[in-house]
């Protein structure tokens, strides 16, 4: 894919969704830190049931060792890998108190050290909350990558260093959430609409659904 074709792609989502963001519930950069974590392997939607009964309660890093580790369970156990994800919250609200006088850190090393906080959540809450120009290749935008031609690659960090290297410095702080959200609505893993699609015409996917 050429670089017209990618200024013109990202030009129409600009143009149809100006200001994107992710549909996780959050008020601060721990809440969408927590958010994050949890929806691994889970949707937006089961998190943000989860979250809106939690924050009221604990919404920082103190509140929730308070609650402990049982008594957090109770608010995610409808949430898959709750146990394991709980866990590693416990021990980042921890390492939050003793490391990070309880804030969020803003730099990559510090947010992959926390127990939980991998590559892809890292870049979510640089990009959302700190709005750093990173992008968090999930399996939406890995699809909606190498579907569309738009940044190809065998694994998720050949996507990211691609779609950094060829999306256009005024599109990339939401370059995250416009790919995540025509993954998640348009340019579906099993399903996609391909005669709604705003890019049709200028996507390169070979077995494209007819009209």
Known sequence: MNKTKRIEIFTRWREKNPHPTTELNYTSPFELLIAVILSAQATDVGVNKATDKLYPIANTPQAILDLGLNGLKKYVKTIGLYNTKAANIIKTCQMLVDLHNSEVPKDRASLEALP??????ANVVMNTAFGEPTIAVDTHIFRVSNRTGIAP????????????????DEF??????WLILHG?????ARSPECPNCLIKDLCEFKKKVKD
């Open 116 to 121: 939980g906080v991998g590559r892809k959540t």
């Open 184 to 188: 998640r609505y348009v340019c579906k």
């Open 153 to 168: 690659g065998k694994d998720v960090v050949e996507v990211e260093k691609k779609l950094l290297k060829f999306i256009p």
């Open 172 to 177: 990339k702080l939401d370059a995250h959430h």
